[in-house]
């Protein structure tokens, strides 16, 4: 049995792409301690998902594929990773840093009685052991850590790690295994599922256009009659953040926010960046009327391209920004859709 | 209904963290509960306050964790216990899930724990899930509603976020929630709240109070470090009309070769 798995996540059997990423990082740990790769897939009906891990990098996949395990949940998921890891007791277990990989390896951490490296950013072998990279608070500080017990857990974050050019051609084994546990015997049930905004996702972005406290600062807008103070300040930040959806657009970008903007009701909480929101590594970060708080730069200070739009020319967000622009947002950011649309042949 | 709340006293967000000598220093700045926990609080009191519940506030630490305690009985927890001991000096996730769980138990009688997301310090987002699974409890994490808890029934359904949109989800009492933001804003202790957590009497309980021994924790940190320095020039884009300078900066932005 191969040492190095990792853990394909998926929902409605679907992949997620950040799950091949685990595979290109084992494929290089498989490298150094020897061996093949076997990735594990559980859910229902995806066999699929099987042929495109081999051509992924996979040399094994272990498949569940039963109604008991359509949907995630931690009872039996933990159970039967938990059996198939101690029966053949693997070194590294890989899992992406989505809400169920980070779950999974808590809970499986527990039956197999070892330790999670979570939110992963650097990995290498010492000694036949993982010497892993995590950033801490927020990324104010980087620490090392290792797994003193086996198997080690180890979530990865997302865009840390490359994955394999897929090969169409490539193929490997297939092992099919069945769920330990029966469902009447699983206290958990999912009972409905409501889409969440369409879009790009933050985390998966490798450009993100964000909003601040400056978005709601137009002068010239009037809101209409009949608005209260506060309701007038949202409506003026929803047509802000309007120019930023439209930039956004145009780049195939996602939407960001700080949480001055959130906390001031402009846009939901799931777009907020920063230490209390998600914690983001794009190619390029466009900073639209953020100031640059310490705990908002925690959030995003590893964007390879920052881009900073801002009134103040005193704000700390130019001092890690590539390229700085002071003006006026509502001026700047319509003109640069239309410039980006030109260039992009859109 | 008896419900506990586990927080943690932790840097306040705007703490600027160096590493010197292989560990984290935050200056002067001042520790506070760990911003997370406090939603924590807030779903467990509207719990309480719901069932005619009581909560009790539990943190693992040193004298000055009793502060984190101190603001959720000010926010108005009715009971609070401090987790002392030596042997904790260096925990991971899954020493202070094994903690926590010890202390749930010798509590007795808990419907429901609750837990924030992550401690903004380690951010490893572990222990909620973990501290389930050593209770044998359902784990619900990432909750941003309780729709309902059913106490005759002894059920629970909630809503749950998820990278593709929101999961409603039931399932049996006693369980292990962790909250999100979403939740929405916790509230600001009262007058009479600070002014009870000032007077209030924590008791400390020690590793053998839990009736533990030998906990070994399975992750080691050798070292702790400064993020590299961000190495950046700032090139200021001007121009005479903000299209002359989304021109220029929309060309400098298709030569880094990231689009």
Same mark, same amino acid.
Request: net charge positive; with cysteine.
């Given at each position: 049995m191969n040492k190095i798995w990792v853990y394909i996540d998926q929902f409605k059997g679907q992949p997620l792409a950040t799950s091949w990423e685990g595979l290109g990082a084992a494929k290089t740990l498989a490298g150094q301690l020897g061996g093949g790769v076997t990735a594990l897939i559980f859910g229902k009906g995806v066999e699929p998902i099987a042929s495109q891990a081999f051509q992924y990098g996979a040399d094994e996949v272990l498949l569940a594929d039963d109604s008991s395990l359509e949907d995630y949940r931690s009872e039996p998921y933990t159970a039967l990773l938990a059996k198939l890891a101690s029966e053949s007791a693997p070194e590294v277990i890989l899992f992406p840093t989505t809400t169920r990989g980070r779950e999974l390896s808590a809970m499986a951490a527990i039956d197999l009685n070892t330790g999670v490296l979570p939110d992963v950013i650097g990995l290498e072998v010492v000694d036949g052991s993982l010497l892993a990279t995590r950033p801490i608070?927020?990324?104010?500080?980087?620490?090392?850590?290792?797994?003193?017990?086996?198997?080690?857990?180890?979530?990865l974050r997302g865009r840390a790690f490359a994955k394999l050019l897929l090969d169409a051609s490539r193929t490997g084994t297939l092992t099919k295994v069945s769920p330990v546990m029966g469902e009447a015997d699983i206290p958990t049930k999912v009972e409905a599922y409501a889409a969440g905004e369409a879009g790009v996702s933050l985390t998966d972005a490798s450009v993100i256009v964000s909003g601040g406290r400056g978005v709601s600062n137009n002068p010239k807008l009037t809101p209409p009659a009949g608005m209260d103070e506060k309701q007038a300040e949202i409506w003026k930040a929803q047509q802000g953040f309007?120019?930023?959806?439209?930039?956004?657009?145009?780049l195939h970008a996602a939407v960001g926010a700080s949480r001055a903007a959130v906390d001031a009701g402009y846009i939901p909480y799931a777009h907020q960046v920063g230490q209390t929101g998600k914690v983001v590594s794009p190619d390029m970060y466009i900073a639209c009327g953020i100031s640059g708080a310490i705990q908002h730069q925690a959030g995003m200070r590893t964007s390879k391209v920052i881009v900073a739009i801002n009134r103040d020319p005193e704000a700390p967000i130019f001092k890690l920004a590539r390229y700085g622009v002071v003006g006026d947002l509502y001026a700047i950011l319509p003109a640069l859709s239309e410039a980006f649309r030109k260039r992009l042949g859109k | 209904m008896k419900i506990v709340v586990c927080v943690k006293q932790v840097p306040d967000s705007a703490a600027k963290l160096v590493a010197i000598d292989g560990k984290a220093n935050w200056g002067d700045s001042p520790l506070i509960i760990n911003p997370w926990d406090e939603y924590a609080v807030e779903a467990a009191l509207q719990q309480a306050e719901a069932h005619n519940g009581t909560v009790i506030a539990v943190t693992i630490g040193g004298e000055g964790s009793k502060e984190a305690l101190k603001h959720a009985l000010a926010m108005g927890c009715a009971e609070a216990i401090l987790i002392s001991d030596e042997a904790l000096?260096? /925990? =991971?996730?899954?020493?202070?899930a094994r903690v926590l769980a010890a202390a749930i138990?010798?509590?007795?009688? /808990? =419907?429901?724990?609750?837990?924030g997301r992550q401690a903004i310090d380690t951010d490893t987002g572990l222990t909620?899930?973990?501290?389930?699974?050593?209770?044998?409890?359902?784990a619900l994490t990432l909750v941003s509603v309780i729709t309902g808890v059913d106490t005759a029934a002894r059920t629970i359904k909630v809503?749950?976020?998820?990278?593709?949109?929101r999961l409603t989800v039931s399932t049996k009492l006693p369980a292990v929630l962790s909250i999100v933001k979403d939740f929405g804003e916790p509230r600001y202790p009262s007058f009479m709240g600070i002014r009870k957590a000032s007077r209030a009497v924590i008791p400390s309980w020690s590793l053998a109070d839990l009736g533990l021994s030998g906990l070994k924790a399975n992750i080691a940190w050798p070292e702790i470090m400064n993020p590299p320095v961000r190495q950046v020039t700032t090139e200021?884009?001007?121009?005479?009309t903000p299209e002359e300078i989304a021109g220029i900066l929309a060309d400098k932005i298709m030569a880094e070769k990231i689009l």
């Open positions: 608070y927020a990324g104010k500080l980087m620490c090392k850590v290792k797994c003193l017990t086996k198997p080690q857990l180890v979530t309007k120019l930023v959806e439209e930039l956004a657009q145009v | 000096a260096q /925990v =991971d996730s899954q020493v202070t138990k010798k509590v007795g009688e /808990v =419907d429901l724990a609750f837990l909620a899930a973990q501290t389930a699974r050593l209770l044998g409890w359902p809503e749950k976020s998820a990278e593709e949109g200021m884009i001007t121009g005479s």
